[in-house]
């Protein structure tokens, strides 16, 4: 079993994905162990989809939507 610490899984994402896949890797944060990064397994798998959003029961707002993003994103 291999390990790597945060900064390394920040740095090296894809590679370390990689390698889960025919090893398990614990992630450590300051030498205690965090988190394993391993290869999902059938019941791992199983489970409900994300829900999808039903557009009926969303928020309404008058108008074009682009105005109210513009006004927030400026702090207007």
Known sequence: MRTASV??????TAELVRAAS???IIITDRGQPVA?????DGPD???KPF?????RTMLKV???S???V???????
């Open 22 to 24: 025919h090893e398990k």
């Open 62 to 64: 008058p108008g074009d």
């Open 51 to 55: 829900p999808k959003r039903d557009i």
């Open 7 to 12: 900064r390394e899984l920040h740095m090296n």
């Open 45 to 47: 798998l199983v489970g």
């Open 70 to 76: 513009s006004q927030d994103r400026d702090g207007r």
């Open 66 to 68: 682009t105005r109210y």
């Open 36 to 40: 394993l990064l391993k290869k999902p």
